[in-house]
């Protein structure tokens, strides 16, 4: 009897197994069937590889000085031009993409924990609601990125102290977003059945509720990561992001600024790759928010 | 509609409170000795114990707070000692040009923005909702500092037909006024004109998906009265959130383009603030800031009660 009951449930938990990965296949499929989220993903993967290959194809390095090329416009041997040090724009550029896109991702690790704790903590302790979410409001209230210049203003300018400053500025509304999702799941059915059983809080949080209720925070995560990639480029600009002989693409255009009339290659192009790389990460949210949040998407019509 | 604005009035004061408690913990957030940096090089021990006993430095933290909050409540927001003038005068002077600015920008991309999406709704599904679409979707993607300066490199230094930075006011000589704030305020409206014009675009659509925009059709109502009276209308809410939004980054947006554009605005004064380490003026100009955006989204949530009467008695 035991010995039957044991295949039984096996096969019962291998034929769920099996759903579990067909649903997760057909998601995938419906996904990079969506043009704008493929479209997103391979301009994303292109200057992601870009990034992580910066060694190999930086034809230079991006703080040699080199007095015999100055402002050099953009040619066959500099194809961005030099700077006002004779550094090469493009070596620059190309390892300003390795600098935001970590900051970017740090910062969107940082806020996606933060905020689903905070935003699970105020809609699960009903005493904490009101405190966390009124502090959260104040800091709402700061306009756009001004906290996060003054932030990291009085912190000092280093990479890590953009990463805190950044997180500090975006965790409040991605915290909003979950609580908001999370009060939703909370109220369904089948989280009273799993008090019912006698599941543990921990377990009803992890498996039941968050697993729920992930589809806006990715969604949300998705433009965190662009935001703060212009972010990071409005830090460095004012010189309160990594300082400068750093490569970082607000460093870079903050030196187009100062050579403004003589060189327009050394602001044009990083400004450029940041526009196409924020663009991708702004289709592929597009698209993400067309499939895992159809009541929210901007296309819903043409479907 | 009367409760409702005291109601609202009155949910600001924990947000307030909030604002200016971080704003006074970013001081304290500053490492090393914050005294040294505005002493400079050459200020002696003695010098250096003044600015600390003047600044309340040497007294624990909570009565520097409560000595804040009670500045704060008089106006008194302290004392820059590098511009040598209180705080608070130096930023409300330069608060007309990030207002006028941010305000300007936000008229140029609610206009043309909704243009755009009330366009695209109406064209649905033709090349004219698909382009109106992608040049927002661009224009949201592309960092408005940086678009400043390509405006300045292709207007200012190689058309040569405006000023690529420096400001006149508005007293002295309109036309001048004009030529500097023109670019500045493109370049804001220009990024935001597309987060606008999706959300009226796909508010509209929903709208005009309804019944009773079917019916005034087939009454043969004419297609304006359709559209604006009926149609815009009922699809305002949402379009009204996302301008409170938008306000909201056209300030912060203002505070990085005067520095692009040399604007003497509250941008400009916190930037050169933290090029000086001059920590009150960087408070002070994040404090009043803050109150602004907090009055303006005040105004959006009067908006909303204007559009839809229904939210008028929840308060």
């Known amino acids: 009897m035991t010995a039957e009951a044991a295949t039984d449930s096996f096969s019962i938990g291998r034929e769920i197994a099996l759903a579990r990965r067909r649903r997760k296949l057909v998601f995938l499929r419906r996904l990079f069937l969506h ?40 040619s066959a041997e500099f194809w961005f031009g030099t700077d006002a040090f004779g550094r090469d724009v493009l070596s620059r550029v190309i390892y300003g993409t390795r600098v935001s896109l970590r900051i970017g991702i740090a910062v969107v690790v940082l806020t996606g924990i933060l905020g689903t704790l905070l935003g699970t903590l105020a809609s699960y302790v009903k005493w904490l609601d009101g405190l966390i979410m009124r502090s959260l409001d104040g800091l709402m209230a700061f306009p756009g990125v001004l906290l996060a210049i003054a932030l990291a203003a009085a912190l000092g ?44 809080h921990a377990r009803i949080i992890f498996k039941y509720i968050l697993a729920n209720s992930l589809s806006p925070l990715i969604v949300q995560l ?29 460093n870079i255009i903050a030196d187009g ?47 | 509609m009367i ?67 009670g500045d704060l409540l008089q106006g008194d927001l302290g004392y820059s000692y590098l511009l040598n003038r209180s705080v608070t005068d130096a ?32 064209r649905h599904n033709t090349w004219l909702d698909q382009s109106a679409m992608i040049t927002a979707l661009v224009g949201l993607s592309i960092p408005d500092f940086w678009f400043g300066i390509v405006m300045i490199i292709f207007f200012g230094v190689w ?50 998906s309804q019944d009773y925009i079917r019916t005034a059709r087939a009454k043969g109502m004419p297609a304006r009265t359709v559209i604006f009276r009926h149609g815009l209308r009922n699809a305002m809410i949402p379009i009204v959130t996302v301008v409170g939004v938008i306000s909201g980054v056209l300030l912060s947006g203002a505070v990085v383009i005067e ?57």
Do not use: K
């Not at chain 2, 409170?17 to 505005?38: H, K, Q, R």
């Open chain 1, 157 to 200: 300018p280093s990479e890590t102290n953009a990463i805190i400053a950044l997180t500090v500025t975006f965790t409040p509304r991605t915290a909003r977003i979950v609580r908001a999702s999370v009060i939703v799941v909370q109220g369904m059915q089948f989280i009273e059945a799993a008090h019912a059983v006698g599941a543990g």
């Open chain 1, 222 to 250: 998705t433009f965190v990561f662009a935001v703060s990639i212009v972010a990071e480029a409005v830090l460095s600009f004012l010189g309160v992001g990594p300082p400068p002989p750093a490569p970082s693409l607000g």
């Open chain 2, 259 to 315: 520095t692009v554009f040399s604007l003497p605005g509250v941008g400009r004064l916190i930037i050169g603030a933290i090029q000086r380490r001059d920590f009150p003026i960087i408070q002070g100009g994040l404090l009043i800031t803050a109150c602004v955006f907090v009055f303006v989204n005040i105004l959006v949530d009067l908006a909303y009660a204007w559009f839809d009467p229904r939210g008028r008695d929840d308060g």
């Open chain 2, 91 to 122: 930023v409300l002077e330069r608060l007309p040009v990030t207002l006028s600015l941010a305000g300007i920008s936000l008229l140029l991309a609610t206009v043309i923005g909704m243009l755009l999406g009330i366009l695209a709704s109406v």
């Open chain 1, 257 to 303: 600024r100062s050579n403004i009339q003589e060189a327009w290659w050394i602001a044009v192009f990083p400004g450029l790759i940041i526009a196409v790389v924020v663009l991708g990460l702004n289709l592929m949210g597009d698209g993400l928010r067309d499939i895992l949040d159809p009541r929210h998407s901007a296309s819903r019509e043409t479907r």
């Open chain 1, 35 to 74: 043009p704008s989220f493929l479209a997103g993903f391979i301009i994303l993967t292109i200057f992601s590889l870009t990034a992580l290959m910066a060694d190999v194809i930086a034809p230079y390095e991006p703080t040699n000085l080199n007095y015999r090329s100055i402002l050099a416009p953009p």
């Open chain 2, 3 to 69: 409760r409702f604005l005291i109601y609202r009035l009155l949910s600001a004061i924990p947000v307030l409170f909030v604002v200016s408690l971080v704003t006074f913990l970013i001081m304290w957030l500053v490492p090393g000795d914050i005294t040294a940096e505005i002493g400079g090089i050459d200020a002696s021990a003695a010098d250096l114990q003044a600015i600390r006993e003047r600044l309340g430095l040497d007294r624990p933290l909570w009565e520097r707070a409560i000595n804040w909050y």
């Open chain 2, 159 to 208: 058309l040569g037909w405006l000023p690529t930075g420096g400001f006149v006011p508005l007293s002295e000589d309109p036309v001048g006024w004009a030529r500097s704030m023109v670019l500045p305020a493109f370049t804001l409206a220009i990024t935001q004109m597309g987060v606008i014009a999706r959300m009226t675009r796909s508010s509209m659509l929903d709208v005009l």
